[in-house]
């Protein structure tokens, strides 16, 4: 029994130190979950919480630290300061367009490049409103955990019923 809670405890570690890396966030992590084993529920709470713990340390604070990095050029930090940037200007033409609806959709579809890290990035690099910006964020974060966890487990249970 000891062995079996500590073992449901580290995987529930992994999946949510996984869903805090950018790019991979959630559409990484309940994936990762669902094939540890994890219930869909717990996989689903522990990826939404670790994807939003970065959120509000990115809106608050990106800036500064994109405008530190651009002054230091040991380990290529300014180069990796404009590339991040250059990326966010790629991807804000809908949500400057449609504020936080855009912010929304832009980060709940589970795609390749977008997400909570990216969505937070553009938000603040665009001066959106942080009383606009987190709930947009919190809620395309939930709705893409939803589709995630139907895709993850919708497969496999698929495959559980193929044994």
């Known amino acids: 029994m ?10 529930g570690i ?17 994936p990762v979950g669902a094939a540890l084993g994890l219930t869909w ?3 689903y709470l522990l990826s939404v919480a ?7 340390f990115i809106l608050l604070f990106i800036r500064a630290i994109l405008k530190w990095m651009k002054t230091v050029s040991f380990l290529k930090f300014d180069k990796i ?5 250059e990326k966010a200007h790629k991807h804000s033409e809908g949500i400057r367009k449609y504020g936080a609806l855009g912010l929304f959709l832009f980060v709940a579809i589970p795609i390749p490049g977008t997400g909570a890290w990216t969505g937070a990035l553009i ?14 964020i919190i809620l395309g974060v939930l709705t893409a955990g ?3 966890v139907c895709a993850s487990y919708g497969f496999i249970g698929f495959l559980k019923f193929l044994t």
């Open 2 to 11: 000891i062995e079996l809670l500590t073992s449901e405890l580290k995987n």
């Open 14 to 30: 992994y999946v949510f130190l996984i869903s805090m890396l950018p790019i991979v966030e959630l559409r990484g992590s309940i």
């Open 41 to 43: 529920w717990v996989n």
């Open 50 to 56: 670790g994807n939003l713990l970065p959120v509000p």
């Open 81 to 85: 300061a404009g590339w991040v940037e």
């Open 123 to 136: 938000a603040a690099l665009f001066d959106i409103r942080m009383k606009h910006a987190l709930p947009a």
């Open 146 to 148: 939803a589709i995630m």
